[in-house]
């Protein structure tokens, strides 16, 4: 039986180990992951916020739960949870981006009572002791620098239990409590300096003197109340770092003279646009004037650090070929700096963004009498044990420069990424945890500080804490952060080392060069807002060719000086990474200036010119809305019909107006529209051209050609229809035969029709002519006359009858006479031939008047 037993056996092993090992090798499957976005946690409190054997023994965190999603979650549990002590600088930042360990102690949830319905809110309190039993404490046993966890739990409608949301931040335990040997300090305190930025983002635009001050936004007017981050960060300098304090030895106020500048133009009135898109009064002039005060009396003999004015991108202006305008930018920012504090500045120091700078922006800042430079380790060629501390040279082709080397992994620590907290899906179906924000936001900072100071052993050169040039913080959490640097100066792992004697003291005598990463060359400000500056300040140099420097107005320095000094504002540090908003401020900034331009114009008359003649001239008005006299061209383009001179250079006195003629010419009558403009003397467009409309009743010198030609061509004309009617009218030259009974037969005359011999009379002068037979010509004047030949006959008596004639003619027979004729004979006499001279027939009743030498 054993051996039947023995083979059985190995026939089942042989059947079922397979399926054993298949079911050994199957991956196991993820759990459930849930729904992003149910709930969020934004915590407000930490206290200790550096735990020293003489402090508290629990561990207290308040905060303010709200439930951002859509559907009511249940059974809510919290917890305060940590990992093992970070003893690696990779095992920090792993921290930082939320990725170490945080499940080593995880005490028991502590359950909300009720349930929370959405876009409710409940208030979050954590008691924690700091050593004891895991279940119920966080059980610490040694110094170092943990990663705490607040894990939110609960169920989402009808899902699973899960973690909803999660904040995780840094916590330095540099003593136990209770425990008298736990957290001795080193030998040697770290030396470290502190760079506090009170700086914020551009908003200021460009204005004239004489105009108020002009924002984007009234943000500014929170922000510099005493409740505001601008205002907390004044009020924390100088609560938690008193004059004589370590802390204020170590600090290095860093600030922008833009921003000092805007304050100052605050208090005295301002203006913002409306949501209509109308100026209205801003609200915060009163709380700029106090915040510029309290800022003042706050620094005055502390290290103060000045920024490039507008804190200007060095580095992108020189890459825009706007190397003039990054040197003028540093240093105006150094003078600005230290007149608007009355506090004097560190010479000949700057703060590149982000602390890293390139061959271009280096000569820039050298330029502009910079010999020592802020530099992040990131942007040096560096050995890795030099990476944290350290004062060296930097190799450059010109004048020496010193570089004191910041430690990027407390700048990456300073750069918290939110200041709210919402649960986000994660590795292992847990949702990951997000940086602490707004009251915490400088917890970080404050542990990655603490670890350099309790795990690594000083090198020599001082720990320089450069957090981003805009921070973040607002005035509790600086004022935290500052009172914990205080605890690590207490605890003898911190000492303060002034930024200006690290400077002066070399650590190493090895030229290191620049090494500019990659990452900081994709983060520059956006190359379209930098190349928008360039035709901004060539406009602005075209304003000022015109500028008459003279007593009245202002002085042009004070108009100018601004205007180029806010073209490097769309070039803000502030707005790396954010290429719309870099966008948005380069078309504020040449909108700005395009109104100043335009503030020089010709204004449009009310109604249109009329012109009574030719060479009319044409009254122009030019305006000059600026403070300055401006001499500037005038132009007034022709059209057909109308043409105008060449107007001379006008000068216009400031705020002010001056009349001038333009000499017209019409050549026609009608409606003209013209375009009238102002140009500088460099010839660049300042205002709008004005639309002119002329009208003109005058004839031009082509109409009056026109009309004159037409005359005489209408006079031509008419001489020639006369003459040719003249010619073309018979018998003007040339005599007509008579025809018979006409009345050219009959004598044109009484002399004519009396007989010659006739007591009386003259018979006209005769001349013999060659007519037809039995006729004669009879010449009257020019004139020849066919006469019939007359039988002479006696003379009748007086008042007689006239006796008949022979016939006539073709031998008719003459009319008879009257039996009883009165007086003397009819005149026959042809309308159209004159009468000659003395062939007046006599009165009746007169005898005729006998001609000289007649009997």
Request: glycine share 10%; with cysteine; proline share 12%.
């Amino acid at each position: 039986m054993r051996p039947v037993a023995a083979l059985v056996a190995i026939i089942v092993v042989l059947l079922v180990g397979p399926a054993t090992g298949a079911a050994l090798a199957a991956p196991r499957q993820p759990a459930p992951v849930p729904a992003p976005g149910a709930l969020t946690l934004v915590l407000d409190e930490l206290a200790p916020r550096v735990v020293t054997g003489s402090g508290p023994t629990v561990l207290t965190v308040t905060g303010t739960l709200t439930n951002t999603g859509d559907e009511t979650v249940t059974d809510i549990g919290v917890r305060l949870q940590r990992g093992q002590p970070l003893t690696s600088e990779g095992a920090v930042r792993d921290a930082l981006e939320g990725d170490a360990p945080t499940d080593s102690i995880a005490p028991q949830f502590q359950e909300l009572p009720d349930a929370l319905g959405v876009g409710e809110q409940v208030p979050v309190r954590l008691t924690v002791p700091l050593r004891g039993a895991p279940e119920t404490t966080l059980a610490l046993a040694a110094t170092g620098v943990y990663e705490l966890l607040v894990n939110v739990n609960g169920v989402p409608g009808d899902g699973d239990r899960a973690r909803l949301a999660a904040v995780r931040m840094l916590l330095p335990v540099v003593g136990l409590p209770d425990v008298a040997d736990a957290g001795t300090p080193p030998t040697a305190a770290t030396p470290f300096s502190l760079l506090y930025p009170v700086v914020d983002v551009p908003r200021r635009l460009t204005t004239a003197p004489g105009e108020p001050v002009r924002l984007t936004d009234d943000s500014l007017a929170d922000s510099f109340a005493p409740t505001g981050r601008l205002g907390g960060l004044v009020t924390a300098l100088a609560e938690a770092a008193p004059a004589g304090s370590p802390v204020r030895t170590a600090t290095c106020v860093v600030t922008d003279a833009d921003l000092l500048q805007t304050a100052q133009g605050m208090s005295q009135g301002y203006v913002v646009p409306a949501a209509d898109g109308s100026l209205v009064p801003g609200r915060g002039a009163e709380a700029a004037g106090a915040w510029l005060a309290a800022f003042a009396e706050a620094a005055r003999g502390m290290c103060v650090l000045a920024l490039p004015f507008a804190d200007a991108d060095v580095v992108a202006l020189a890459r825009g070929d706007l190397a003039g305008s990054a040197v003028g930018a540093v240093t105006a920012g150094r003078g600005l700096v230290a007149d608007l504090l009355g506090t004097p500045v560190l010479e000949g120091t700057a703060w590149p963004a982000d602390g890293v700078v390139d061959e271009a922006g280096l000569a820039a800042f050298t330029e502009g009498d910079v010999r020592s430079l802020v530099l992040s380790a990131d942007g040096l060629d560096l050995p890795a044990q030099a990476e944290s501390a350290g004062t060296v040279p930097v190799a450059t082709a010109g004048p020496a420069v010193t570089a004191v080397v910041t430690d990027p992994l407390v700048t990456l620590a300073a750069g918290g990424r939110s200041t709210s907290t919402t649960a986000v899906p994660g590795r292992g179906g847990a949702a990951a945890a997000t940086t602490a924000g707004g009251p915490l936001s400088g917890q970080d900072v404050l542990g990655t500080v603490a670890f350099r100071a309790v795990e690594e052993a000083p090198t020599g050169g001082p720990l320089v804490i450069a957090p981003p040039h805009r921070w973040d913080l607002d005035g509790g959490a600086a004022r935290a952060l500052l009172d914990g640097f205080g605890t690590l100066v207490d605890a003898g792992f911190l000492s303060p080392r002034g930024l200006g004697s690290a400077l002066a003291t070399p650590t190493s005598t090895a030229e290191r060069t620049l090494d500019y990463p990659i990452d900081a060359g994709a983060r520059e400000v956006a190359p379209a807002a930098v190349a928008a500056i360039g035709p901004v300040l060539d406009d602005i140099a075209d304003l000022d060719s015109s500028v008459v420097d003279d007593e009245l107005g202002v002085d042009p320095d004070d108009l100018f000086d601004p205007l180029v000094l806010g073209a490097v504002r769309p070039a803000s540090a502030a707005w790396r990474g954010s290429p719309e908003q870099a966008t948005e401020a380069a078309d504020a900034l040449a909108d700005r200036v395009a109104e100043l331009r335009g503030a020089v114009a010709v204004l449009e008359p009310p109604s249109p010119f009329s012109l009574g003649t030719s060479t009319s001239p044409l009254l122009l008005t030019v305006a000059n809305g600026l403070p300055v006299t401006m001499r500037v061209r005038v132009e007034v383009s022709s059209t057909s019909g109308l043409r105008v001179a060449p107007i001379p250079v006008v000068e216009v006195p400031p705020f002010g107006r001056r009349q001038i003629q333009a000499s017209a010419e019409v050549q026609r009558s009608g409606v003209f529209t013209v375009d009238a403009t102002v140009r500088s003397i460099d010839g660049g467009l300042l205002g709008s051209p004005s639309r002119l409309q002329v009208r003109s009743t005058a004839y031009g010198t082509i109409t009056l050609w026109l009309t004159g030609t037409a005359g005489v061509l209408l006079v031509v004309l008419a001489a020639r229809r006369i003459l040719r009617r003249i010619r073309s009218e018979p018998g003007r030259n040339t005599p007509r035969p008579p025809r018979p009974g006409s009345p050219e037969t009959i004598p044109d005359t009484a002399e004519t029709a009396l007989p010659a011999d006739r007591p009386g009379t003259r018979p006209p002068p005769t001349t013999p002519s060659r007519t037809g037979a039995g006729e004669t010509a009879t010449t009257a004047g020019d004139r020849t006359l066919p006469v019939p030949a007359l039988t002479p006959h006696p003379l009748p008596a007086p008042n007689g009858p006239i006796p008949a004639g022979p016939a006539t003619g073709r031998n008719r027979p003459a009319p008879s006479a009257p039996s009883e004729p009165s007086g003397p004979p009819p005149v026959v006499r042809r309308p159209d031939v004159p009468v000659p001279p003395g062939s007046v027939p006599p009165r009746p009743g007169r005898p005729p008047v006998r001609p000289p030498g007649s009997r």
